[in-house]
């Protein structure tokens, strides 16, 4: 047998760390890179009698992703305490949800190539994060560091229903646009508060019937995402064809090694014991709040990228770049609006930020620092759609702009940039150049249509490339009769 005649089966477990400034239960800081240890209390250290306190913002994010990924959002759900040892989990089990979640039943919808796949959100559920255990290679020991401890989390499930590395890469990529868009996470995969687990099975094509999955644990990469799961697809197909079994098992990614690797025996849920923590009630929410928080939505990535496209002509491309990051998107609307037209300056001002203005911005999770404020992209096509500046001399402009904090139109008239448009004025230029060219005039109307752009350089260097080119052009076929 082939490859070709089995069918890759994976969804997804995605662990997003929730924008708040304190912990799910207490009052500790979220903060990341503080020293080990220090943001912690009796109640993330499980310590007897402390008691926690749901917060409140970590609940209102759940809902607005919930509600943002077409989930229904229960009125009631249930925390429920988690039961498993290990050493950075300082209580014993983790609070989390388990048969009555906050979200589910909703869908993301993707395009990878020509193919649209429509991936359900089985459901979105609020719990703590565990710490972090330390491994050191100078000494045969572990440290655990539990500032991470209670952070608040939002897992959210997909359904078995993506069938490629690239499939789970994009949706992945997706959501994560989702998530920072609404700020409900800053999206940064290195400091781990994006990161997700992958379930992956094979099937023989056209069965409808799962096969035996592996768990890939805490992937932190796009890059690894398709690299792990391509691996472990091919792993399971070798092992089925090889007339072997496989094991339910979570499995992470070596990438030295370029290969995926035992950590554990699969657990069920059985294994975990749930039951309802008896510290908290159910989680009641108010539908009123419900309806406040799904009326301050914002529009997201895939319906502004769409209206990018279709409203503005913009190439999906460019359409991509745009809206892969809220406060770009942004900056763009607001240059758009500086001016014009803005339905026929959306692929002009868009050129200007992306090719222009985005490889000089730094990016700082949710925030960007761009190097001039929207106002002055607005302004510069401006000039350009007004013939007084040109697309060259409009490059430098910003360059000044962004190294001064200048005006363009301060920069335009302190350099004496402005663009020469009058034909009269360039009338007279262009026919002091052909009079003092009599050669390459009778070579041009011998037939040597190249030196056209000779006569078009000389006019612009004789006004010190202020002329309009266009203006130029017009003027030199008239008098050339070209």
């Not at 014009?340 to 700082?364: C, E, M, Q, S």
Request: hydrophobic share 40%; with cysteine.
């Amino acid at each position: 047998m082939t490859a070709i005649a089995w069918e890759p089966v994976i969804g997804l477990e995605v662990h997003a760390q929730l924008l708040t400034a304190s912990k799910l239960f207490c009052g500790c800081s979220t903060r990341f890179g503080a020293a080990p240890n220090t943001n912690v209390c009796p109640v993330c250290l499980g310590m007897p009698g402390a008691l926690p306190v749901t917060n409140r913002k970590a609940v209102q994010i759940a809902i607005r992703v919930g509600l943002a990924l077409g989930c229904t959002v229960r009125p009631t759900s249930v925390f429920a305490r988690k039961n498993y040892f290990y050493p950075d989990l300082p209580k014993g089990y983790q609070i989390s949800q388990y048969e009555l979640p906050i979200d589910e039943h909703g869908v993301i919808e993707i395009d990878v190539g020509d193919v649209r796949r429509r991936v359900r959100v089985v459901r979105a559920h609020l719990e703590e994060d565990a710490g972090k255990n330390v491994h050191l290679e100078s000494r045969p020991v572990s440290l655990v560091d539990c500032n991470r401890t209670g952070v608040p989390l939002l897992e959210i499930v997909t359904g078995p229903d993506l069938r490629s590395a690239q499939e789970a890469s994009t949706l992945l990529e997706h959501l994560r646009e989702i998530l920072m868009a609404l700020g409900a996470n800053d999206g940064n995969l290195e400091e781990g508060s994006f990161r997700c687990d992958a379930n992956v099975s094979v099937r023989r094509a056209g069965d409808e019937t799962l096969g035996t999955r592996t768990e890939l644990k805490n992937i932190n990469s796009f890059k690894f995402v398709r690299n792990a799961i391509d691996h472990e697809i091919a792993r399971q197909i070798a092992v089925l064809e090889g007339g072997g079994t496989l094991r339910q098992e979570t499995r992470t990614w070596n990438d030295a090694r370029g290969e995926t690797t035992v950590l554990r025996t699969k657990e069920e849920a059985d294994d975990y014991r749930y039951f309802p923590d008896p510290d908290l009630p159910p989680l009641v929410v108010d539908p009123a709040w419900i309806e406040e928080i799904r009326a301050g939505l914002p529009e997201l990535p895939a319906a502004r990228r769409a209206r990018f496209v279709e409203t503005l002509g913009l190439s999906t491309h460019d359409a991509g770049v745009l809206t892969s990051h809220q406060r770009v998107a942004e900056y763009f609307e607001v240059a758009l609006a500086s001016g014009g037209d803005p339905l026929a300056r959306g692929k002009p001002i868009a050129n200007w930020v992306v090719n222009a203005v985005l490889g000089a911005t730094a990016f700082d999770a949710l925030d960007a620092r761009f190097p001039v404020p929207p106002e002055t992209i607005g302004e510069l096509q401006g000039l350009v759609e007004r013939g007084e500046l040109s697309l060259t001399s409009a490059r430098k402009v910003l360059d000044e702009c962004a190294a001064t904090g200048a005006t363009p139109a301060r920069v335009v008239e302190e350099g004496g940039l402005r663009q020469v448009s009058d034909v009269a004025a360039l009338e007279a230029v262009c026919q002091k150049v052909v009079a003092e060219h009599p050669r390459e005039l009778a070579e041009l109307r011998g037939g040597k249509d190249k030196l056209f752009g000779f006569f078009v350089g000389q006019v612009m260097r004789a006004t010190k490339g202020q002329a309009n080119p266009q203006v130029v052009n017009d003027v030199l076929r008239r008098l050339l009769q070209t």
